[in-house]
């Protein structure tokens, strides 16, 4: 299968994630012009933010740049992913852009209220 281009990539998981250019210029605090640039191909996003778009759609940044295949790479996570594997939350409520529900990334104010509640059951159980 052929290698994918970044700008090509770039929208094809926008749009499967859902997010509107405005939307994820907001999650990302960049400009809306500037996830249009990288759209259009006319620049690519800085590494920091790659990785968070990385994190954001649950890849690695080589699959986000297109250095690995993401169908072929999502069809062998996907058999993978019926494994029960341990979720750390307090890493994912702590890490900026990793926690979502509902297919929305979590706002900060949710997720420290989610640590805070966690917390608190914890230590009610001792």
Partial sequence: MSKIDVAENLKILRKKHGYTQQELANIL??????VSTWERGAAKPRMDV?????????????QLIGESNLVEDETHANKKST??????LDKALSEEGMAMFDGQP?????????????NTMKDNSK
């Fill in 106 to 118: 979590l706002s900060e104010e949710y997720k420290r209220a989610l640590l805070a509640m966690l």
């Fill in 50 to 62: 790659a990785s968070k778009l990385a994190s954001l759609y649950g890849i690695s940044v080589s």
């Fill in 29 to 34: 605090k960049v400009a809306k012009t500037t």
């Fill in 83 to 88: 494994e029960k594997e341990p979720v750390d």
